[in-house]
């Protein structure tokens, strides 16, 4: 259904259906809160929620890209792809420039934005966008970018270009996870394991919360909690608190 609803509100933009459309999931850790930025091991499973982009390349160097949910259009060129700009679109744009920095020939695109995965509530919401426009932009402009690539990519997208200290462990889960499994990530040498979670198969379901409290990854107790965990690697003097 979200994804037709992009389709549909690409077409309206535009005038013109759009190439594909691309998804990227959510995600719950049973183990990972704060372990992954310290060299730690993971274990995250995809939601059934997830972000959608519709989009097409366009024959220019600017990105237009417009948000269902929000109902709001940017359009951005290059020169104004730059590190730190505030705004619902930072995520998508950050996307756009963390490929070229990395030297990806990425030209420019339409793309359209929907998502069922709750803002601000701990479930990666920011991840699920960033890696549905990046399998976008991949796939439209023929990049062969290996998954676990794609999800460092998101990260710097989230960390150099919103300005979010995350780890790896939400946009390896969004690009990595497979129905009915797990995935085991050691976050100091990127091996991985698809370990079953065959919950609905055993009768069971797993209940995530919604404590209202809000979550912020650029602003809030997530960069604070990282710094102290960092300081702490300093003064015991180890690469990172997995050392210990």
């Given at each position: 259904?979200?994804?037709?609803?992009?389709?549909?509100?690409?077409?309206?933009l535009?005038?013109?259906?759009?190439?594909?459309?691309?998804?990227?999931?959510g995600?719950?850790?049973?183990i990972?809160?704060?372990?992954?930025?310290?060299?730690?091991?993971?274990?995250?499973?995809?939601?059934?929620?997830?972000?959608?982009v519709?989009?097409?390349?366009?024959?220019?160097?600017?990105?237009?890209?417009?948000?269902?949910?929000?109902?709001d259009?940017?359009?951005?060129?290059?020169?104004?792809?730059?590190?730190?700009?505030?705004?619902?679109f930072s995520?998508?744009?950050?996307?756009?420039?963390?490929?070229r920095?990395?030297?990806?020939?990425?030209?420019?695109?339409?793309?359209?934005?929907?998502?069922?995965?709750?803002?601000?509530?701990?479930?990666?919401s920011?991840?699920a966008?960033?890696?549905?426009?990046?399998a976008?932009?991949?796939?439209?402009?023929?990049?062969?970018?290996?998954?676990i690539?794609?999800?460092?990519?998101?990260?710097?997208?989230?960390?150099?270009?919103?300005?979010?200290?995350?780890?790896?462990?939400?946009?390896?889960?969004?690009?990595?996870c497979?129905?009915?499994?797990a995935?085991f990530?050691?976050?100091?040498?990127?091996?991985?394991?698809?370990?079953?979670?065959?919950?609905?198969?055993?009768?069971?379901?797993?209940?995530?919360?919604?404590?209202?409290?809000?979550?912020?990854?650029?602003?809030?107790e997530?960069?604070?909690?990282?710094?102290?965990?960092?300081e702490a690697?300093?003064?015991?003097?180890?690469?990172?608190?997995?050392?210990?």
């Amino acid at each position: 259904m979200l994804m037709q609803q992009a389709i549909a509100a690409f077409t309206a933009l535009t005038g013109d259906a759009p190439t594909g459309g691309w998804t990227a999931p959510g995600r719950i850790n049973l183990i990972g809160e704060h372990t992954d930025y310290n060299d730690g091991y993971v274990l995250p499973f995809a939601l059934p929620q997830a972000a959608y982009v519709a989009a097409s390349a366009r024959a220019d160097t600017r990105w237009r890209i417009r948000s269902v949910d929000l109902d709001d259009v940017v359009e951005l060129g290059v020169d104004e792809l730059i590190p730190g700009t505030p705004g619902w679109f930072s995520y998508l744009a950050g996307v756009v420039w963390a490929l070229r920095q990395a030297g990806h020939q990425v030209g420019g695109a339409d793309l359209v934005l929907t998502s069922d995965v709750p803002l601000g509530a701990g479930l990666s919401s920011s991840a699920a966008i960033e890696c549905a426009a990046l399998a976008a932009l991949a796939d439209l402009f023929e990049l062969d970018i290996p998954p676990i690539e794609r999800a460092k990519l998101a990260r710097v997208a989230e960390n150099a270009y919103v300005g979010a200290p995350t780890g790896l462990l939400d946009q390896a889960a969004s690009t990595l996870c497979i129905p009915d499994h797990a995935l085991f990530l050691d976050c100091r040498s990127l091996d991985t394991r698809q370990v079953p979670l065959a919950v609905t198969a055993a009768g069971l379901e797993i209940l995530v919360i919604d404590t209202r409290t809000r979550h912020s990854h650029v602003d809030g107790e997530y960069a604070s909690r990282r710094a102290s965990c960092e300081e702490a690697a300093r003064i015991l003097g180890v690469p990172s608190l997995r050392d210990v």
